[in-house]
């Protein structure tokens, strides 16, 4: 029988704000915990002492940058969005504070992060969470970034801005590693550097970050912003493979014509073909291995008509197939900036000042970090494919909830819809029997 709803009104509903203990991140008792377990609050303090305030300070530096990584983690944009954590009771209580710190306090620690030695300390805990989930063999994939700065702010720079033509923009390098999608590394620099600006001086710091933990760098990746026979002969000084993609000018298209090509499969009507052979640019030492791609255009085959070519320079003496697809899983690395980005806002700045923002992306990485490691300790192990930060904040951190009192203590009273099978139960019990 069919029910008109033709005629009928919607229920008058009253608000009112009179709800207490109650929040919005109802996982944020699992993830603080979680840091906890791992030793990251104990490794904040004692990192960052250093830079400690006065003994007596109300909020040390160590409380401070935990309710920015949370904060980050939580899905809290800039800065002056941490007025969101003020009245949460459940963060408040779970980070042990009698009160959140306001937004002034936390722009003042932020740009008390600056400087080398306090970036490198944001490096190092960076690295502490990162190698939970860094195996003993790791691929690094080097790519840089432009965002565009608004307003007047601190070391931006005019330079190639494929988004905003002629704005000021920083231009970040990042370091991730290819398996785990960890981030490494990130240096912040001006707008008017390119791609290949300092990449020694980067390599170099992502090779002793990854030694410092333990793991030993197998080969490099990187798109041909970062091509050049500097970045080739230091490579293979320290023996690491490496697959960095080169540009096709003329001289290269014409020697690539000769080489006999495999065909591998097809992109919509294209056929996509592979070939190697050895080719040396003038501006190289000596000859190198280079494997060329080529899409042809299929009713052109027989004519030889190329749609596009690309080339790989490379150590590896593997099938050219086979190197085609390792260079395209540095995919990954598009993913994470990405991911970086949405989920993170690594592309918003939130102080005028370079140090600021400097370590503020430090900090998301940190927090990039720390969700990876949360993921895969508490829930990947089941073989489930990781989720992206909205995904994970939608079914497990973000779930609303009332923080109630009894006489036998504190009860979070979460929203029966968001129970999804277990899944919020089950990572409390991977993270009870989880042992660091």
Same mark, same amino acid.
């Given at each position: 029988?069919?029910?008109?709803?033709?005629? %009928?009104?919607?229920?008058?509903?009253?608000?009112?704000?009179?709800?207490?203990?109650?929040t919005?991140?109802?996982?944020?008792?699992?993830?603080?915990?979680y840091?906890?377990r791992?030793?990251?609050?104990?490794?904040?303090?004692?990192?960052?002492?250093?830079?400690?305030?006065?003994?007596?300070?109300?909020y040390?530096?160590?409380?401070?940058?935990?309710?920015?990584?949370?904060?980050?983690?939580?899905?809290?944009?800039? *800065?002056?969005?941490?007025?969101?954590?003020?009245?949460?009771?459940?963060?408040?209580? /779970?980070?042990?504070?009698?009160?959140?710190?306001?937004?002034?306090?936390?722009?003042?620690?932020?740009?008390?992060?600056?400087?080398?030695?306090?970036?490198?300390?944001?490096?190092?805990?960076?690295?502490? *969470?990162?190698r939970?989930?860094?195996?003993?063999?790791?691929?690094l994939?080097?790519?840089?970034?432009?965002?565009?700065a608004?307003?007047?702010?601190?070391?931006?720079?005019?330079?190639?801005?494929?988004?905003?033509?002629?704005?000021?923009?920083?231009?970040?390098?990042l370091?991730?590693?290819?398996?785990?999608?960890a981030a #490494?590394?990130a240096?912040?620099?001006?707008?008017?550097? #390119?791609?290949?600006?300092?990449?020694?001086?980067?390599?170099?710091?992502?090779?002793?970050?990854?030694?410092r933990?333990g793991?030993? *760098?197998?080969?490099?990746?990187?798109?041909?912003?970062?091509?050049?026979?500097?970045?080739?002969s230091?490579?293979?000084?320290?023996? *690491?493979?490496?697959?960095?993609?080169?540009a096709?000018?003329?001289?290269?298209?014409?020697?690539?014509?000769?080489?006999?090509?495999?065909?591998?499969?097809?992109?919509?009507?294209?056929?996509?073909?592979v070939?190697?052979?050895?080719?040396?640019?003038?501006?190289?030492?000596?000859?190198?291995? #280079?494997?060329?791609?080529?899409?042809?255009?299929?009713?052109?085959?027989?004519?030889?008509?190329?749609?596009?070519?690309?080339?790989?320079?490379?150590?590896?003496?593997?099938?050219?197939?086979?190197?085609?697809? !390792?260079?395209?899983?540095r995919?990954?690395?598009?993913?994470?900036?990405?991911?970086a /980005?949405?989920?993170?806002?690594?592309?918003e700045?939130?102080?005028?000042?370079?140090?600021?923002?400097?370590?503020?992306?430090?900090?998301?990485?940190?927090?990039?970090?720390?969700?990876?490691? !949360?993921?895969?300790d508490?829930?990947?192990?089941?073989?489930?494919?990781l989720?992206?930060? %909205?995904?994970?904040?939608?079914?497990?951190?973000c779930?609303?909830?009332?923080?109630?009192r009894?006489?036998?203590?504190?009860?979070?009273?979460?929203?029966?819809?968001?129970r999804r099978?277990?899944?919020?139960?089950?990572?409390r019990?991977r993270?009870n029997?989880? #042992?660091?």
């Amino acid at each position: 029988m069919k029910h008109s709803t033709r005629g %009928r009104r919607s229920a008058t509903v009253r608000e009112t704000f009179d709800l207490e203990g109650a929040t919005g991140f109802g996982g944020a008792g699992l993830l603080v915990d979680y840091a906890q377990r791992i030793g990251l609050r104990r490794r904040l303090r004692r990192t960052l002492a250093p830079f400690e305030k006065r003994p007596n300070a109300v909020y040390p530096l160590a409380s401070t940058v935990e309710v920015l990584l949370f904060g980050r983690v939580l899905g809290v944009g800039r *800065v002056h969005q941490f007025e969101v954590l003020e009245g949460d009771e459940l963060v408040r209580r /779970k980070l042990g504070l009698a009160k959140m710190p306001d937004t002034t306090l936390l722009y003042r620690d932020l740009e008390r992060l600056g400087g080398e030695r306090a970036w490198d300390a944001l490096r190092r805990l960076g690295l502490c *969470v990162g190698r939970r989930v860094i195996g003993k063999e790791a691929i690094l994939d080097v790519d840089s970034t432009v965002e565009t700065a608004y307003g007047n702010l601190e070391g931006t720079a005019v330079g190639y801005n494929p988004t905003k033509h002629g704005r000021a923009s920083y231009h970040p390098i990042l370091v991730t590693e290819g398996i785990s999608r960890a981030a #490494v590394r990130a240096e912040l620099r001006p707008g008017n550097t #390119v791609a290949a600006t300092g990449i020694l001086g980067v390599l170099a710091r992502a090779f002793a970050d990854v030694e410092r933990i333990g793991s030993q *760098v197998t080969a490099v990746r990187g798109d041909r912003g970062f091509q050049g026979e500097d970045v080739f002969s230091y490579l293979e000084g320290r023996y *690491v493979d490496y697959a960095i993609k080169v540009a096709v000018d003329r001289n290269l298209r014409a020697w690539a014509m000769d080489l006999a090509y495999r065909e591998i499969g097809c992109d919509g009507d294209d056929a996509i073909e592979v070939a190697a052979g050895t080719y040396q640019r003038s501006s190289w030492s000596r000859p190198r291995r #280079v494997v060329c791609i080529r899409r042809r255009i299929a009713e052109g085959i027989a004519q030889g008509m190329v749609h596009s070519m690309q080339a790989i320079a490379t150590t590896l003496d593997a099938d050219p197939e086979d190197v085609y697809h !390792f260079y395209n899983q540095r995919c990954s690395m598009e993913g994470l900036i990405r991911e970086a /980005k949405d989920g993170f806002g690594i592309d918003e700045f939130s102080s005028r000042s370079w140090d600021g923002n400097y370590a503020d992306l430090l900090l998301k990485l940190l927090a990039y970090n720390l969700t990876l490691a !949360f993921q895969r300790d508490l829930s990947a192990l089941r073989g489930e494919p990781l989720k992206t930060i %909205r995904l994970l904040r939608r079914w497990i951190l973000c779930i609303p909830g009332i923080l109630v009192r009894h006489a036998r203590g504190w009860t979070l009273r979460l929203a029966q819809q968001y129970r999804r099978d277990g899944q919020f139960e089950d990572m409390r019990r991977r993270l009870n029997a989880l #042992v660091c």
